[in-house]
Protein backbone atom coordinates (compact mmCIF):
# COMPACT_ATOMS: atom_id res chain seq x y z
CA UNK A 1 0.00 0.00 0.00
CA UNK A 2 0.97 3.62 -0.78
CA UNK A 3 2.43 5.45 2.39
CA UNK A 4 -0.74 7.64 3.93
CA UNK A 5 -0.45 11.27 4.48
CA UNK A 6 0.18 12.13 8.34
CA UNK A 7 -0.87 15.81 7.76
CA UNK A 8 -3.03 18.06 5.41
CA UNK A 9 -3.92 21.26 5.01
CA UNK A 10 -7.18 23.43 7.28
CA UNK A 11 -7.36 26.51 5.92
CA UNK A 12 -3.87 28.36 5.69
CA UNK A 13 -2.95 26.05 8.25
CA UNK A 14 -1.41 22.24 7.93
CA UNK A 15 -2.61 20.03 10.76
CA UNK A 16 -2.40 16.61 11.90
CA UNK A 17 -4.44 14.45 10.38
CA UNK A 18 -6.05 12.87 13.40
CA UNK A 19 -7.00 15.77 15.93
CA UNK A 20 -9.61 15.65 18.82
CA UNK A 21 -13.40 16.42 19.26
CA UNK A 22 -14.21 17.93 22.79
CA UNK A 23 -17.79 17.29 22.23
CA UNK A 24 -17.55 14.21 25.01
CA UNK A 25 -15.96 15.90 27.56
CA UNK A 26 -19.61 17.63 28.37
CA UNK A 27 -22.23 15.49 30.43
CA UNK A 28 -24.83 12.59 29.54
CA UNK A 29 -26.41 14.19 26.04
CA UNK A 30 -23.96 16.70 25.33
CA UNK A 31 -25.41 18.69 28.39
CA UNK A 32 -24.04 19.89 31.41
CA UNK A 33 -20.90 18.88 33.25
CA UNK A 34 -18.69 15.97 32.87
CA UNK A 35 -19.40 13.76 35.69
CA UNK A 36 -15.54 13.92 36.10
CA UNK A 37 -14.02 16.99 35.58
CA UNK A 38 -10.32 16.30 36.22
CA UNK A 39 -10.42 13.50 33.44
CA UNK A 40 -11.43 16.09 31.09
CA UNK A 41 -8.83 18.44 31.88
CA UNK A 42 -6.79 15.09 31.72
CA UNK A 43 -7.97 13.83 28.62
CA UNK A 44 -6.92 17.75 26.66
CA UNK A 45 -3.51 17.68 28.06
CA UNK A 46 -2.84 14.09 27.03
CA UNK A 47 -4.23 14.80 23.64
CA UNK A 48 -2.05 17.94 23.39
CA UNK A 49 0.96 16.13 24.72
CA UNK A 50 0.69 13.67 22.50
CA UNK A 51 0.70 15.67 19.68
CA UNK A 52 -2.41 17.09 18.65
CA UNK A 53 -2.69 20.07 16.68
CA UNK A 54 -6.26 20.29 15.69
CA UNK A 55 -9.22 20.41 18.35
CA UNK A 56 -12.81 20.24 17.37
CA UNK A 57 -15.44 22.23 19.74
CA UNK A 58 -18.36 24.43 20.11
CA UNK A 59 -19.98 26.46 22.85
CA UNK A 60 -22.83 24.55 22.24
CA UNK A 61 -21.52 21.43 23.97
CA UNK A 62 -22.61 21.94 27.79
CA UNK A 63 -23.78 24.39 26.31
CA UNK A 64 -19.92 26.40 26.96
CA UNK A 65 -19.01 23.82 29.24
CA UNK A 66 -16.26 22.09 26.64
CA UNK A 67 -14.86 25.44 25.50
CA UNK A 68 -14.48 25.97 29.38
CA UNK A 69 -12.63 22.89 29.90
CA UNK A 70 -10.27 23.97 27.18
CA UNK A 71 -9.34 26.84 28.13
CA UNK A 72 -8.56 25.70 31.81
CA UNK A 73 -7.01 22.93 30.31
CA UNK A 74 -4.50 24.37 27.70
CA UNK A 75 -4.41 27.96 28.12
CA UNK A 76 -2.26 29.73 27.05
CA UNK A 77 -2.54 27.34 24.27
CA UNK A 78 0.57 26.02 22.43
CA UNK A 79 2.08 27.27 19.14
CA UNK A 80 0.32 25.74 16.34
CA UNK A 81 -2.83 24.22 17.58
CA UNK A 82 -5.99 25.03 15.49
CA UNK A 83 -9.19 25.45 17.80
CA UNK A 84 -12.02 24.87 14.81
CA UNK A 85 -15.95 25.58 16.50
CA UNK A 86 -19.20 25.79 15.17
CA UNK A 87 -22.17 27.95 15.48
CA UNK A 88 -25.46 28.16 14.06
CA UNK A 89 -27.33 26.46 17.09
CA UNK A 90 -28.28 26.65 20.55
CA UNK A 91 -29.64 24.45 23.37
CA UNK A 92 -32.72 24.69 25.09
CA UNK A 93 -33.74 24.40 28.48
CA UNK A 94 -33.91 20.29 28.79
CA UNK A 95 -30.70 20.15 26.22
CA UNK A 96 -32.87 20.07 22.76
CA UNK A 97 -30.63 21.15 19.54
CA UNK A 98 -32.87 24.33 18.03
CA UNK A 99 -31.59 26.84 15.12
CA UNK A 100 -29.99 29.95 15.92
CA UNK A 101 -28.48 31.55 12.66
CA UNK A 102 -29.65 35.30 12.36
CA UNK A 103 -27.44 37.82 12.13
CA UNK A 104 -27.42 38.36 16.24
CA UNK A 105 -27.58 34.84 16.88
CA UNK A 106 -24.39 34.21 15.18
CA UNK A 107 -22.79 37.33 16.23
CA UNK A 108 -23.31 36.39 19.71
CA UNK A 109 -22.00 33.19 19.21
CA UNK A 110 -19.25 34.11 18.08
CA UNK A 111 -18.40 36.42 20.95
CA UNK A 112 -19.12 33.51 23.27
CA UNK A 113 -16.78 31.12 22.05
CA UNK A 114 -14.45 34.21 22.22
CA UNK A 115 -14.86 35.01 25.27
CA UNK A 116 -14.97 30.87 26.77
CA UNK A 117 -12.17 29.73 25.13
CA UNK A 118 -9.72 33.29 25.72
CA UNK A 119 -9.23 33.99 22.37
CA UNK A 120 -8.82 37.16 20.30
CA UNK A 121 -9.81 35.77 17.43
CA UNK A 122 -11.33 32.08 16.31
CA UNK A 123 -9.05 30.26 13.46
CA UNK A 124 -12.49 28.57 12.04
CA UNK A 125 -15.71 28.21 12.48
CA UNK A 126 -18.07 25.78 10.56
CA UNK A 127 -21.81 26.90 9.92
CA UNK A 128 -23.94 24.24 11.60
CA UNK A 129 -27.00 24.40 9.21
CA UNK A 130 -29.82 22.94 10.90
CA UNK A 131 -32.86 23.25 8.54
CA UNK A 132 -32.50 19.27 10.88
CA UNK A 133 -30.61 18.45 13.50
CA UNK A 134 -30.99 14.82 12.02
CA UNK A 135 -29.01 15.42 8.89
CA UNK A 136 -28.66 17.77 5.72
CA UNK A 137 -32.17 18.95 4.19
CA UNK A 138 -31.77 21.43 1.25
CA UNK A 139 -32.38 25.26 1.51
CA UNK A 140 -31.02 28.69 1.34
CA UNK A 141 -27.38 29.65 3.12
CA UNK A 142 -27.12 32.67 2.05
CA UNK A 143 -28.08 35.05 5.16
CA UNK A 144 -26.02 32.96 7.32
CA UNK A 145 -22.75 32.53 5.61
CA UNK A 146 -23.45 36.53 4.47
CA UNK A 147 -22.84 37.52 8.18
CA UNK A 148 -20.34 34.96 9.32
CA UNK A 149 -18.61 36.09 6.28
CA UNK A 150 -19.13 39.80 7.67
CA UNK A 151 -17.75 38.87 11.14
CA UNK A 152 -14.69 37.47 9.19
CA UNK A 153 -14.39 40.46 7.87
CA UNK A 154 -14.55 42.08 11.25
CA UNK A 155 -11.15 40.22 12.26
CA UNK A 156 -13.18 37.66 14.48
CA UNK A 157 -13.16 34.73 12.40
CA UNK A 158 -10.23 33.59 9.99
CA UNK A 159 -11.94 30.61 8.38
CA UNK A 160 -15.20 29.58 8.05
CA UNK A 161 -16.55 25.62 7.21
CA UNK A 162 -20.48 24.28 6.72
CA UNK A 163 -21.44 21.40 8.64
CA UNK A 164 -24.49 19.10 7.94
CA UNK A 165 -24.72 19.98 4.79
CA UNK A 166 -25.38 19.12 1.23
CA UNK A 167 -23.43 19.14 -1.92
CA UNK A 168 -25.68 22.15 -3.44
CA UNK A 169 -25.03 24.28 -0.13
CA UNK A 170 -21.60 23.77 -0.38
CA UNK A 171 -21.68 25.09 -4.00
CA UNK A 172 -23.46 28.17 -2.82
CA UNK A 173 -21.19 28.48 -0.02
CA UNK A 174 -18.85 28.51 -2.63
CA UNK A 175 -20.07 31.66 -4.06
CA UNK A 176 -19.79 33.78 -1.03
CA UNK A 177 -16.79 32.47 0.96
CA UNK A 178 -14.07 30.78 0.51
CA UNK A 179 -14.95 27.52 2.57
CA UNK A 180 -12.08 25.75 4.49
CA UNK A 181 -13.68 22.75 5.32
CA UNK A 182 -16.93 20.22 5.41
CA UNK A 183 -18.11 18.78 8.30
CA UNK A 184 -20.73 15.93 7.87
CA UNK A 185 -21.66 12.61 9.15
CA UNK A 186 -19.73 9.86 7.10
CA UNK A 187 -18.17 6.74 7.93
CA UNK A 188 -17.62 2.96 6.89
CA UNK A 189 -21.27 2.08 6.30
CA UNK A 190 -22.95 6.02 6.14
CA UNK A 191 -20.94 7.11 2.45
CA UNK A 192 -23.78 9.58 1.21
CA UNK A 193 -21.01 11.65 0.72
CA UNK A 194 -18.63 9.82 -1.66
CA UNK A 195 -19.45 11.88 -4.27
CA UNK A 196 -18.62 15.24 -2.37
CA UNK A 197 -15.15 14.03 -0.98
CA UNK A 198 -14.34 13.45 -4.36
CA UNK A 199 -15.02 17.07 -5.44
CA UNK A 200 -13.72 18.01 -2.66
CA UNK A 201 -10.31 16.66 -2.71
CA UNK A 202 -10.28 18.03 -6.70
CA UNK A 203 -10.45 21.80 -4.56
CA UNK A 204 -7.98 20.95 -1.80
CA UNK A 205 -11.20 21.50 0.73
CA UNK A 206 -10.90 19.47 4.11
CA UNK A 207 -13.62 16.78 4.66
CA UNK A 208 -13.73 16.05 8.58
CA UNK A 209 -16.41 13.59 9.19
CA UNK A 210 -18.21 12.97 12.31
CA UNK A 211 -19.69 9.67 13.93
CA UNK A 212 -17.23 7.49 12.57
CA UNK A 213 -19.27 4.60 14.00
CA UNK A 214 -22.89 5.40 13.57
CA UNK A 215 -25.36 3.39 11.88
CA UNK A 216 -23.67 -0.25 11.85
CA UNK A 217 -26.10 -2.81 10.76
CA UNK A 218 -25.02 -6.43 13.27
CA UNK A 219 -23.55 -7.90 9.54
CA UNK A 220 -21.26 -4.81 9.18
CA UNK A 221 -20.38 -4.60 12.75
CA UNK A 222 -19.67 -8.67 12.79
CA UNK A 223 -17.09 -7.92 9.64
CA UNK A 224 -15.59 -4.93 10.94
CA UNK A 225 -14.79 -7.04 14.25
CA UNK A 226 -13.23 -9.56 12.49
CA UNK A 227 -11.10 -6.76 10.56
CA UNK A 228 -9.60 -5.83 14.09
CA UNK A 229 -9.71 -8.71 15.38
CA UNK A 230 -7.15 -9.91 12.94
CA UNK A 231 -5.45 -6.63 12.73
CA UNK A 232 -4.98 -6.67 16.56
CA UNK A 233 -6.58 -3.38 16.92
CA UNK A 234 -9.35 -2.06 18.09
CA UNK A 235 -13.19 -1.77 15.58
CA UNK A 236 -12.71 2.42 16.56
CA UNK A 237 -9.26 1.85 15.49
CA UNK A 238 -10.05 0.01 11.89
CA UNK A 239 -13.03 2.48 10.96
CA UNK A 240 -10.77 5.55 11.68
CA UNK A 241 -8.05 4.23 9.90
CA UNK A 242 -10.11 3.21 7.01
CA UNK A 243 -10.89 7.06 6.73
CA UNK A 244 -7.30 7.97 6.37
CA UNK A 245 -6.94 5.55 3.57
CA UNK A 246 -10.11 6.73 1.92
CA UNK A 247 -8.93 10.42 0.94
CA UNK A 248 -6.04 12.48 2.21
CA UNK A 249 -7.98 15.21 2.74
CA UNK A 250 -10.06 13.74 5.44
CA UNK A 251 -9.33 15.10 9.06
CA UNK A 252 -10.27 13.32 11.96
CA UNK A 253 -11.98 14.40 15.11
CA UNK A 254 -12.90 11.41 16.99
CA UNK A 255 -14.14 12.12 20.64
CA UNK A 256 -13.60 10.48 23.90
CA UNK A 257 -13.46 11.68 27.56
CA UNK A 258 -11.47 8.68 28.48
CA UNK A 259 -7.66 8.77 28.44
CA UNK A 260 -7.36 4.56 27.36
CA UNK A 261 -9.96 5.64 24.23
CA UNK A 262 -8.30 8.76 23.04
CA UNK A 263 -4.70 6.57 23.05
CA UNK A 264 -6.14 4.48 21.12
CA UNK A 265 -7.67 6.67 18.47
CA UNK A 266 -4.48 8.40 18.06
CA UNK A 267 -2.46 5.50 17.25
CA UNK A 268 -5.26 4.64 14.74
CA UNK A 269 -2.93 6.88 12.47
CA UNK A 270 -0.23 3.89 12.56
CA UNK A 271 -2.61 1.41 11.30
CA UNK A 272 -2.09 -0.47 8.17
CA UNK A 273 -4.87 -1.74 6.22
CA UNK A 274 -3.80 -3.93 3.18
CA UNK A 275 -5.70 -4.21 -0.13
CA UNK A 276 -7.26 -7.10 0.93
CA UNK A 277 -8.47 -5.33 4.46
CA UNK A 278 -9.63 -2.26 1.99
CA UNK A 279 -11.71 -4.11 -0.52
CA UNK A 280 -13.33 -5.99 2.62
CA UNK A 281 -14.38 -3.12 4.43
CA UNK A 282 -14.85 -1.54 0.88
CA UNK A 283 -18.10 -3.75 0.46
CA UNK A 284 -19.55 -3.05 3.73
CA UNK A 285 -21.72 -0.07 2.29
CA UNK A 286 -23.29 -2.63 -0.09
CA UNK A 287 -25.14 -4.28 3.24
CA UNK A 288 -25.86 -1.11 4.56
Not at 216 to 240: C, E, I, K, Y
Request: a negative charge; glycine letters at 8%.
Amino acid sequence: MPSISNTYRLGTRTVRRVGYGAMQLAGPGVFGPPRDREAALAVLREAIDQGVDHLDTSDIYGPHVTNQLIREALHPYRDGLVIATKVGAVRGPQGSWEPASSPADLERAVHDNLRNLGLDVLELVNLRVMFSAEGPVEGAIEAPLTALAELQRRGLIRHIGLSNVTPAQVAEGRKLVDIACVQNHYNLAHRRDDALIDELAATGTAYVPFFPLGGFTPLQSSTLNDVASRLGATPMQVALAWLLHRAPHILLIPGTSSLTHLRENLASASLSLSAGDLDLLNRLTERA
